[in-house]
């Protein structure tokens, strides 16, 4: 099946700095990504879809000047958190809707294996 | 708007038995997309099998199958001969054209031996 890698797989800040989270599909192309976010013992949040050369759409209550992405090839899509604070340690998954290679259907999302943020 | 509904939110089952998972969904449209995916506690998120909402046959993979009721919009999964490697929390999934997949609630399964 397809794969999709995240970095990095947990990453501790302190609050107030940025982090970016990378997210690559390795054997297809995807010129739609995906990032959700899934707090303790719960189901996941979709955030904002990513679009490859254009701009992210992001769902209702997500702050698009605090979770940045760029979405710049058919492989690669990044989240950045921008000044994070506590509240935004969780855990962020991105996937990656096949758009061709990979010998998969399109219309089935593959995901990465999530990042971990804590934020001090 | 859709909406995903998973009533168990923990589930267990037996070693070598089977055990059925609920999942029910609200939409409007009538050309989707409904998936299972299981997160072990790797929190990897594996695709376990889809359904095509055009196709009536029920997907099946190797033990796992559902079973699609499109009209009461439900959209089961049946694991037989359960494994100790089948704990794990289920997400159903649907999707429709916009391509965003919303999620259940999970149901969590155990397996016991």
């Known amino acids: 099946g397809a794969v999709v890698s995240q970095h990095p797989s947990r990453v501790i800040c302190k609050s107030g700095t940025s982090v970016k989270i990378e997210c690559r599909s390795l054997?297809?192309?995807?010129?739609?990504m995906f990032w959700y976010r899934q707090f303790p013992k719960q189901s996941l949040m979709l955030m904002a879809t990513?679009?490859?050369?254009?701009?992210?759409?992001?769902e209702q209550g997500v702050e698009k000047d605090k979770f940045l992405i760029n979405h710049a090839s058919l492989t690669l899509s990044t989240l950045t958190v921008t000044s994070a604070h506590p509240e935004d340690s969780s855990f962020y998954i991105c996937?990656?809707?096949?758009?061709?290679?990979?010998?998969?259907?399109?219309?089935?999302?593959?995901f990465g294996p999530g990042t971990r943020l804590l934020v001090l | 708007a859709q909406t995903v509904t998973q009533s168990q939110p923990e589930m267990s089952v037996q070693e070598a038995e089977t055990v059925t998972l609920s999942c029910t969904y609200d939409?409007?449209?009538?050309?989707?997309?409904l998936f299972w995916y299981k997160q072990p506690p790797s929190r990897q998120m594996i695709l376990v099998i889809r359904?095509?909402?055009?196709?009536?046959q029920n997907a099946t993979e190797n033990r796992f199958s559902v079973n699609f009721q499109k009209a009461a919009k439900s959209f089961s999964l049946k694991i037989s001969d359960s494994q100790l490697g089948d704990a794990a929390m289920y997400f159903c999934?649907?999707?429709?054209?916009?391509?965003?997949?919303?999620f259940g609630t999970g149901t969590r399964l155990k397996v016991l031996a």
């Open positions: 996937s990656a809707r096949v758009t061709s290679g990979g010998g998969t259907p399109p219309e089935t999302q593959y």
């Open positions: 054997d297809f192309q995807a010129t739609t």
């Open positions: 990513s679009n490859e050369g254009s701009k992210a759409t992001y």
């Open positions: 939409t409007s449209e009538s050309d989707y997309y």
């Open positions: 359904q095509e909402a055009y196709k009536q």
């Open positions: 999934a649907y999707r429709a054209g916009t391509y965003k997949y919303i």
